[in-house]
């Protein structure tokens, strides 16, 4: 079946430092690929999503590029602020055509972000 | 406000004793689905449903059981809970989960249930 690996965690950088989070995939299909974030205390929201090969998605300075031949989706900012302390959770949906597109997450990456 | 609620936000209880977590969307979204996230194990999906009356199995539903008999509604029922269902519920919805629309999923805040 498919599935997301992610870096393990907990990552602690500090403030202004680059940031990468590993993700990987395996799927029977062509999935689309997201990143969700969960603040402390707070359900997931979606974070940035690509929808095929070579595809960027971006948003709030993160961006991720959809590698088919990778089989990759890493997330990565340039500049990493306290308020980006989170967990954040890779992911795909997937499913056969024109059926449903069952959602697989991956483990959560906690990401520390020191002053 | 576009929002996913569920209720309670914290539960404590004793093993075998019914329980109902609720969740409601104000979204109008067909797709409904609860989650339960334990520390190294991720998100794992408990049940999920396409459209009123239509409810399925997820990868761990044993123990859980669900109902939508209305869009809005998506409720969670633990009829005999047990220790190893201590965990973190979320529930999340989306417009439409069918192949070739990577619609996201809303979350709600979470229910973080304890069976003693």
């Known amino acids: 079946g498919d599935s997301v690996t992610q870096m393990e965690g907990p990552v602690t950088l500090s403030e202004e430092a680059f940031l990468t989070i590993n993700c990987t995939y395996t799927?029977?299909?062509?999935?689309?690929l997201f990143w969700y974030v969960q603040y402390p205390g707070e359900g997931l929201q979606l974070l940035l999503k690509?929808?095929?090969?070579?595809d960027k998605g971006s948003n709030k300075g993160f961006e991720a590029t959809y590698r088919k031949e990778t089989t990759s989706f890493h997330l990565e900012k340039g500049s990493v602020q306290v308020s980006d302390s989170a967990v954040y959770f890779c992911?795909?949906?997937?499913?056969?055509?024109?059926?449903?597109?069952?959602?697989?997450f991956g483990t959560g990456t906690k990401l520390q972000v020191i002053p | 406000e576009a929002q996913v609620t569920q209720n309670p936000r914290y539960l404590i209880t004793v093993t075998g004793k019914k329980l109902t977590v609720t969740c409601s969307q104000n979204?109008?979204?067909?797709?409904m689905s609860w989650y339960r996230q334990d520390p190294g194990l991720g998100l794992r999906q408990i049940y999920y449903?396409?459209?009123?009356?239509?409810?399925d199995k997820g990868d761990v539903p044993e123990g859980y059981k669900v109902s939508r008999k209305e869009k809005r509604n998506f409720p969670l029922i633990l009829e005999s809970p047990s220790p190893n269902q201590t965990s973190l519920y979320f529930c999340?919805?989306?417009?439409?989960?069918?192949?070739?629309?990577?619609?996201?999923?809303?979350f709600g805040p979470g229910t973080r249930l304890t069976v003693t």
């Open positions: 449903s396409m459209n009123v009356e239509v409810t």
């Open positions: 979204m109008n979204h067909e797709y």
């Open positions: 992911a795909l949906s997937d499913g056969p055509s024109g059926g449903y597109q069952k959602v697989t």
């Open positions: 690509a929808t095929k090969a070579d």
């Open positions: 999340a919805s989306s417009l439409s989960v069918y192949v070739g629309q990577a619609y996201e999923q809303y």
């Open positions: 799927a029977t299909g062509y999935p689309s």
